[in-house]
């Protein structure tokens, strides 16, 4: 029988958790749009060992368990005098892990833009970096966008593993009050609910930028 007044007590509890997952799912975005765009420019760029330290990084955030690196963060950030920091590892971790992808999804964006384009901004006297930021990636990332936001999606989905490392996140807040209640439907239910309507946010937000991006370039 569904227990309704577990549910309306819990739903204040998941609801703070829920920024929780927001707040880390926005920072591993970041970090994830981070570390893929200077993973993709070193990659095409001529700068020496460049391609080969972005194609190790890829490979070897797509080669191990989400879970294992966010291990290594987590207990290698004290090495780096950083304690205690439990968000901002699992805010690496997934940002990394995402990063790879985001770079592969980058560069198949940078790929298609013109070569004409480039060639232009050479002719106006751009250096290497003002040709970057001023044409290639602009234009990547808005045809990428689609991509980028399923890409986004999983990182969502990516952080329940935040629990291992004591990140009261969505998740783990229903673990923990099911545990004591010995009820999973009316936790679970919100949870799911709760996963969905953030998905949908970010879902919004980019069509509301490809459409914004759109009217820029007509």
């Known amino acids: ?13 998941l609801a703070s958790a829920a920024i929780v997952t927001v707040e880390l799912t926005v920072c591993s975005v970041i970090l994830s749009l981070l570390f893929g765009t200077i993973s993709v420019m070193l990659q095409l760029s001529k700068i020496p060992g460049g391609y080969w330290l972005s194609r190790t990084y890829v490979s070897i955030m797509r080669g191990t368990p989400l879970l294992v690196q966010l291990f290594v963060v987590f207990f290698g950030l004290p090495l780096l005098g950083i ?8 805010a690496v971790a997934i940002g990394l892990n995402s990063g790879a992808y985001t770079t592969e999804i980058l560069r198949a964006a940078v790929q298609n833009v013109p070569e004409g384009q480039i060639e232009a901004a050479r002719a106006m006297g751009m250096s290497t970096r003002q040709i970057w930021f001023r044409v290639i990636l602009p234009q ?13 999606t999983i990182v969502l989905k990516s952080t329940p593993l935040a629990s291992v490392v004591a ?25 799911a609910v709760g996963y969905v309507l953030i998905a949908l946010s970010f879902t919004q937000v980019s069509r509301w930028l490809e459409r914004r991006f759109r009217l820029l370039h007509t």
């Open 1 to 13: 029988m569904f227990n309704l007044d577990l549910f309306y007590e819990s739903v204040p509890i």
């Open 83 to 90: 304690k205690g920091q439990a968000f901002l590892a699992a």
């Open 140 to 152: 990547a990332f808005v045809v990428s966008l689609p991509a980028l936001t399923s890409e986004f």
């Open 167 to 191: 990140v009261t996140e969505l998740t783990y807040a229903g673990v923990v009050i099911q545990a004591r209640a010995f009820s999973a439907v009316e936790i679970f239910l919100p949870i």
